[in-house]
């Protein structure tokens, strides 16, 4: 895969170049971190998919993670949700906060974690129900009855996503009547309405064309305002367009996947430090 | 020759195939043939809806046995789809591996046990224990009903169970991302999106428990009325024809087939509901 350097300075432009701290930590001081993990480590039964892994997460802006096939992206990326509870025999290690709440605690309660850490997909991943329903949803799970209210977050909710007014006389439709696009967009309005604090952006624009894709990234850039986003992808320009910070993942001899570098987008992909990013992300891998 | 082979082992199977086809219709055939010369003599309206059952004064009214047939057949339902649904649910969704598959083949075997031994034993103990505990004679609805529902779990619930584990991960990974909890997840994501399956389960079950005849003529007390309570006994027209045919002669007999025709009617039009709901997805 070949890099674009010049898309990549535009890109960058609205961004201001600021040097890393000190510290060790890549983020800027006045960056606040939004999530920590500490010697994170995840085992499948006895397999270790995720071993030593310490970064911190800025609030407000888009970390992608990045890294060749079954290098336990996702694995991470799901930490941050719990989503790998699902599994039988995952065992987690290490420390992973949330602001000040360290969410693998017994206390935790993974439910009210999982409504402020929200969640989209590989594959748009509608309710077979109607549009409304499919927003409606989580907020009525939440114990929000009033049917003013509800509107308003479907209102709002698809809003944000750019879909209120295709939609707005069609809100009774069928959501896999929808594009694949607007099918993902609706899954992110999804995620809105339940006012999250994070939004992990799993691969979410694998299933979709160029075009869409170009969409759903300029939609990403623009909830990175107020949201903090992490997303996971394989496509590297796609991690140039959009992200401000880049992790590196990698598997060694053992399989577990580990952290390589962590720096922020622009200096990792003109400036990496590490042999193997540098060999990845110019396409010599991977 | 190989394809000659080829198309006469095709030919084969479609023999085969047909004989199966062939005995519905000639079934169908001889059933109508049989009965409808009765429908007409009496007329439809008073065959179906009278409600005098006499065959040696020539009188002919099966209502109050279709009526038996509804009620017997919603108190299996009340009775039998919320535990089938709530134990497909469960094997779904709760159950710990090992245990479904403890359950699974359990509750198949439920559908092996010959269908006059389920009605031995609800003579032997289920009427006793209504007529100790209710009242009544204990032959009764909700003696008949008691036992369809057990007869139409193993349906209800191996077709629910296969809706629910059919549907993509997809929709319950959304929901718990969501912030749903487990229960919500079910009730308001997985529940909704397997609907079809599960109707299409709960009416192939009622379809089972309207033909039912052997488990529920020992226990239903069959006396030709129009119950007023659950405890009151019933004829169905499953077990008029099962009581009667052995000594029914003439226009008897053909009354009986006549009946054979409406049970044919009302179990083909639940199938065929059934068939539609699941196609239309």
Known sequence: ?????????????????????????????????????????????????????????????????????????STLLRVFNRMNDLIPGVRVEGKVTLDDLSI????????????????????????????????????????IKDKQELNNIVRWSLTQVALWNDLKDNLKKSSLDLSPEQQQRL??????????EVILFDESCSALDPEATMKIEELMVDLAKKYTII????????????SDMAAFMMIEEDKAGRLVEYEKTNIMFSNPKDKRTEDYITGRFG | ??????KLSGRIFFIFALSSISVLALITVFIIVKGAPIIAKVGFFNFVFGMKWSPSQGEFGIFPMIIGSVSVTLGAAALGVPIGICCSIFLAEFA??????????????????????????GLLFIVPFIRNFFGGPGLSILAGAIILAIMTLPTIISISEVSLLALPRQYKEGALALGLNHW??????????????????????????????????????????VPLSIL??????????GIEMGYASGEHQQALFATGIVLFVIIMLLNSFAQYITRKR
């Open chain 1, 1 to 73: 895969m070949k890099i674009n350097i010049n898309s990549k300075l535009m890109t960058q432009d609205s961004k201001p170049g600021l040097p890393s701290s000190p510290s060790g930590s890549p983020l800027d001081s006045r960056q606040s971190v939004k999530i920590k993990t500490d010697r994170l480590s995840l085992h499948y039964g006895s397999f270790q998919a995720l071993k030593d892994i310490s970064f911190d997460i800025p609030k407000c802006a888009i970390t992608a993670i990045i890294g060749p096939s079954g290098c336990g992206k």
């Open chain 2, 1 to 6: 020759m190989k394809k000659f082979k080829e």
């Open chain 2, 96 to 121: 710990p591996a090992k245990m479904r598959e403890f359950f699974r083949p359990a509750i198949q075997l439920l559908a092996g046990i010959p269908s006059v031994v389920y009605g031995f034993w």
């Open chain 1, 187 to 196: 899954c992110i309005a999804r995620t809105l309405a339940g006012e999250p």
């Open chain 1, 104 to 143: 693998y605690e017994k206390t935790v309660d993974v439910v009210s974690l999982r409504k402020r850490v929200g969640m989209v997909f590989q594959k748009p991943n509608p309710f077979p129900m109607s549009i409304f329903d499919n927003i409606a949803i989580g907020p009525k799970s939440y114990g």
């Open chain 2, 184 to 225: 919500q997840t079910i009730w308001s994501v997985l529940l909704p999106a397997a609907k079809s399956g599960i109707v299409a389960a709960v009416i192939l079950g009622i379809g089972r428990a309207v033909g039912e005849t052997m488990a529920v003529i020992m226990v239903l007390g069959n006396a030709v009325a």
């Open chain 2, 232 to 241: 009151d006994p019933v004829r169905t027209l499953t077990t008029n024809i």
């Open chain 1, 231 to 242: 997303i996971v992808t394989h496509n590297m320009e796609q991690a140039l367009r959009v």
